[in-house]
């Protein structure tokens, strides 16, 4: 059976179409708009190290902030801060904006750090707000059909942008001591993830490219792409909770659940892209495709033992559940639980546990049924005869995972509502749980979806996000102790980093999903171009 497209062709569909655009060229312009911003930034900061009235500005507007008093016309914030902190300031309290616990600290600091510094932060923003600019338009099917060498030009101009970036960062980052990075370690060990993986993802993308494996360029190119679009999404986010925040919260609050989601929601948004561009790719010719699966037969064995692996993963999954969830309450159990968490999130978790039995329960019987069912959907979808998915045990798998992964989605919701807000108190509060659900209910009806249409390659790729969805939370209870393990200073850890790098690293199992997405039938299925 090959992949179908889901955008129809039929005049009904005009409208969906119409509305792709839109959303399309919302999306561009809002990534536009943030590189002239980011560049604004550069100009700004390097202007500050040579006018030391800026660094007074900026200590005066953080004092006002902290009397609660207005911080000046947005356009002078823009001009001795940048545009970002005029938005902030325009949309919420002046606290929010520029108090102490917040971006105040970082952008007082750049006026104040040595001048190598602050060449390579200004380097930074300037290519990676340049790259943002020739980047938005590479993922336009037309654009790339119409006009083939302005995307050959475009790419080589983002490739050459986007590598100086990230070296100008890892400068920076080598050269500045943690507790001077906005929000310290858990952002620091970010932003290293960050950097090293789109180093990775370009450098995979231009050895596909090499190999004249379009699908595999464009798969590469669009993680990369989703990566670098955290910039953005961060600093929306930002005003976003600027202008929604409650009285008396810091913007490092704020970001608590912001960061928390970013890098698996730029997986996510590679992801997109991606999936998008297949969906309108014609299909592969039947004479060309058997060539494909062919020249792909390494990564076919690959993906056979990774199935295998898998289910020792998914069997682990299961006993953590069933250890944590029904045997214990939540987060208490965790292996040294008292040392990593800090002692509100652990009230807080018991709290939310005690109250909301029905959740613990749906979560845990969504989790059992989703982890069982794609443990036969696996081995039936692998290693069966030819990996048929209309026998009937193996169709029944696939739903039982779809529903198994629907029933944590909505638990995962509920319980985001209990946590609320963040809060120094709360950390991140219900913001990956949010994240998470919403990711698990994308995926469960994708799959069904799939299942119902008989659509056999995107089945068996969106099976891979609903399985990453069900392993993310047990996945906490194996990052806690081995955070525990790093030799994390003390203050850091009480401070509450370990909890949450272990809480904001269990959502990164989708990447796991994307990357077998990337040599899948349904991307195999496609001719890309
Ligand atoms: C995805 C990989 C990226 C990495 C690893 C990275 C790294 C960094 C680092 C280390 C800092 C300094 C943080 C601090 O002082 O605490 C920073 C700040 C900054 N970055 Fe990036 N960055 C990335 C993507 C981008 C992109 C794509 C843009 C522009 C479109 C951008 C624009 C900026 C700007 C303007 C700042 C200055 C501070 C601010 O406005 O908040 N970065 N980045």
Request: aromatic share 12%; with cysteine; hydrophobic share 50%.
């Amino acid at each position: 059976m090959t992949a179908t497209a889901y955008i129809p062709t039929s005049s009904t569909s005009s409208l969906r179409k119409w509305l792709l655009k839109a959303l399309a060229a919302l999306g561009a312009a809002a990534t536009l708009l943030y590189g002239l911003a980011a560049i604004d930034a550069a100009v700004v900061n390097y202007r500050s190290t040579y006018d030391p009235t800026i660094a007074e500005q900026r200590l005066s507007m953080q004092r006002a902030a902290e009397a609660g008093q207005d911080l000046g016309s947005p356009g002078d914030i823009a001009s001795h801060s940048n545009v970002l902190v005029a938005m902030m300031a325009s949309v919420g309290t002046p606290l929010h904006a520029f108090g102490k616990q917040g971006l105040s600290e970082s952008w007082i600091h750049y006026t104040t750090m040595p001048r190598a510094n602050i060449v390579a932060i200004a380097m930074h923003s300037m290519l990676a707000g340049t790259a943002m600019l020739f980047g938005a338009l590479q993922f336009w099917p037309a654009f790339r059909r119409n006009y083939p060498r302005w995307h050959r030009g475009f790419g080589l101009a983002y490739m050459v942008l986007v590598q100086t970036a990230m070296i100008a960062a890892a400068i920076y980052l080598l050269r500045t001591p943690v507790h001077l990075i906005y929000d310290q370690l858990t952002f620091y060990v970010g932003l290293w993830v960050l950097d090293v993986g789109v180093t990775v993802t370009l450098w995979l993308s231009i050895h596909a490219l090499v190999r004249k494996r379009i699908a595999q360029h464009q798969a590469w190119m669009a993680l990369n792409f989703g990566m670098l679009l955290t910039a953005p999404i961060q600093r929306y986010g930002w005003i976003a909770f600027a202008a929604v925040a409650p009285e008396g919260m810091r913007q490092l609050e704020a970001n608590y659940a912001v960061s928390g989601m970013l890098i698996p929601l730029s997986f996510m948004i590679g992801y997109g892209l991606y999936t998008l561009n297949r969906l309108l790719q014609a299909d592969q010719p039947k004479a060309l495709l058997t060539r494909v699966h062919a020249s792909f037969q390494p990564h076919a064995r690959l993906g056979r033992v990774v199935a295998m692996v898998m289910q020792l993963v998914l069997a682990a999954s299961m006993v953590t559940t069933v250890q944590h969830f029904v045997f214990d309450l939540g987060l208490t159990s965790a292996s040294n639980s008292n040392a990593l968490i800090p002692h509100s999130v652990l009230q807080l978790d018991q709290q939310i546990m005690a109250s909301a039995p029905v959740t613990r329960w749906l979560f845990v019987l969504g989790t059992l049924t989703g982890l069982l069912s794609a443990m036969v959907w696996l081995w039936g979808t692998t290693f069966r005869s030819n990996g048929d998915i209309t026998s009937r045990d193996t169709a029944w798998a696939g739903w039982a995972l779809s529903l198994g992964t629907a029933m944590v989605g909505l638990a995962l919701w509920q319980w985001g509502l209990q946590w609320g807000m963040p809060s120094f108190t709360a950390q991140h509060g219900g913001a990956l749980h949010l994240f998470g659900g919403t990711m698990a209910l994308i995926f469960a009806t994708l799959l069904a979806t799939a299942l119902a249409r008989g659509q056999e390659n995107w089945a068996k790729e969106w099976s891979w996000f609903a399985i990453a969805c069900l392993v993310a939370t047990p996945s906490f209870f194996l990052l806690l102790p081995i955070m525990g393990n790093v030799g994390m200073p003390e203050h850091y850890v009480t401070a509450g980093h370990a909890y949450r790098l272990a809480a904001y690293g269990q959502w990164t199992s989708l990447v796991t999903a994307f990357v077998v997405s990337v040599y899948s039938p349904a991307t195999h299925a496609k001719l890309a171009r």
